[in-house]
């Protein structure tokens, strides 16, 4: 397993999808995972240190972890199938380990409110874990053949998104 912290949580401007970005402690390789809104601001607002005024649904799990006298070993991203991560929280109860399925999202929000360590299995980082640099120039390689290969108008409004998408890349904070 690679553990990993949170690098970011972004919002794509042309869609308002948001991201959360992993990346290896011991590395230089960044993992990106589309969440959803709410886990999105989950993970923001503990990453933030504000206070809401009554526990959001990441917190009520922690509480009542810890009213049963448990608590979060860790959580890991452990595997991708179809574009999708899943990810599973690991709790000791009473001197058990148990393995409790999650989406990623969850995991993390949790993981930010009990300071439990990220991990990412070592294959989900091999397929798609990427590094920035490189991927900045295969992304600027591709815009390029892109652009001369697309003639029609329809083929440039899917270059734009694209150039969108990696104009809006914070390259400086990704390491």
Known sequence: MIEVSIDSVRVSLMSQQRIVVLRER???????????PYEADAITIQLQGIEVVRPMTHDLLRNLIETLDG???HVVINDLQNDTFYAK???IVHGDTIEVD???SDAIALAVRVDAPIYVDEEVMERAGMEPEEELSLAQTEASEMEEVGDSDED???LD???DFIEGLDIDSLG
């Open 71 to 73: 608590e979060v070993s």
């Open 156 to 158: 440039e409004e899917d």
């Open 89 to 91: 929280i690991v709790l």
């Open 161 to 163: 998104v694209f150039r």
């Open 26 to 36: 011991a590395g230089k390789r960044y993992l990106p995972i589309w969440i959803g």
């Open 102 to 104: 999650s989406r990623p």
